[in-house]
Nanobody, 127 residues
Framework: QVRLTESGGGLVQAGNSLRLSCAAS????????VGWFRQTPGEEREFVGA????????LIADSVKGRFSISRDNTKNTTYLLMSSLKPEDTAVYYC????????????????????WGQGTQVTVSS
C-alpha cells in the first residue's frame, strides 16, 4: 500500500510562490499517476493538476494554468506542485492523491479514480 504525505504549505503573501511536496512511502514500486486537489470549507474538492507516472504528461486545471506546474522525481518518490503568482483565492487545503496501479499516461481530474490520499497541507495566501 502506498502512503502519501504532503508538506510545504504555509502562509504566503499574494504574488509569491510556494512549492508543495507529496512524498510516497510504503509499496512505492507500484506505478501511479499523482493528482493534486484543493478544498475550502463547505466546498467540493477541486482538481488542480495531475502528472503521469513517467512524468511525461501533465494536466493542469484552467483555473491555475500558467501559474501552477507539477513535476515528480521517482528516485525520491516525491511529486511537487509549484505554485506561482499566488492569489488569496488559492487559499485552501491541498491534497495529493495516487491511483495505483497506473503506468500509462492516462490522467483524470475526477477524484473517484484516485484511491490513495494524503492528509492535506494548508496554504493561506494573504492579500
Amino acid at each position: 500500500q502506498v502512503r502519501l504525505t504532503e508538506s510545504g504549505g504555509g502562509l504566503v503573501q499574494a504574488g509569491n510562490s510556494l512549492r508543495l511536496s507529496c512524498a510516497a512511502s510504503g509499496r512505492t514500486n507500484s506505478h501511479y499517476a499523482v493528482g493534486w486537489f484543493r478544498q475550502t470549507p463547505g466546498e467540493e474538492r477541486e482538481f488542480v493538476g495531475a502528472i503521469s507516472w513517467s512524468g511525461g504528461r501533465t494536466l493542469i486545471a484552467d483555473s491555475v494554468k500558467g501559474r501552477f506546474s507539477i513535476s515528480r522525481d521517482n528516485t525520491k518518490n516525491t511529486t511537487y506542485l509549484l505554485m506561482s503568482s499566488l492569489k488569496p483565492e488559492d487559499t485552501a487545503v491541498y491534497y495529493c492523491a495516487a491511483d495505483p496501479p497506473n503506468n500509462s499516461d492516462a490522467l483524470t481530474p475526477q477524484t473517484i479514480f484516485y484511491n490513495i490520499w494524503g492528509q492535506g497541507t494548508q496554504v493561506t495566501v494573504s492579500s
